[in-house]
């Protein structure tokens, strides 16, 4: 079993900044992709960043120059760096991460419990 958990979220106001974490935990063997999903009410699961297991990494425009992603592979975790935040910022963050349970089993996406953004204007 793996259990992802995430922690760092809140409130807080424009301009403000915040770093989430998402710690993984369990039947690791390896971990490739990992990544931020966000939701905002009303709107569809949208990627925010992702990084691989070699450190390249993605933004969404919305986000470039104003997020940064990283990961410490010593302890399963990838982290969110949010500054300059914007109302629009607002939205439930999760994480996933591809993980491998073993050397034979295939590699599978899980996923954190969100933890809310809220960004008042």
């Known amino acids: 079993q793996v259990q992802l958990v995430e922690s760092g979220g809140g409130l807080v106001q424009a301009g403000g900044s915040l770093r989430l974490s998402c710690a993984a935990s369990?039947?690791?063997?390896?971990?490739?992709?990992m990544g931020w999903y966000r939701q905002a009410p009303g709107k569809q699961r949208e990627l925010a960043a992702a990084?691989?297991?070699?450190?390249?990494?993605m933004y969404a425009d919305s986000v470039k120059g104003r997020f940064t992603i990283s990961r410490d592979n010593a302890k399963n975790t990838v982290y969110l760096q949010m500054n300059s935040l914007k109302p629009e910022d607002t939205a439930v963050y999760y994480c996933t991460v591809s993980i491998m349970t073993s050397s034979l089993s295939p590699g599978s996406d899980y996923w954190g419990q969100g933890t809310q953004v809220t960004v008042s204007s």
């Open positions: 990084i691989t297991n070699g450190g390249a990494t």
């Open positions: 369990g039947s690791i063997f390896s971990i490739s992709a």
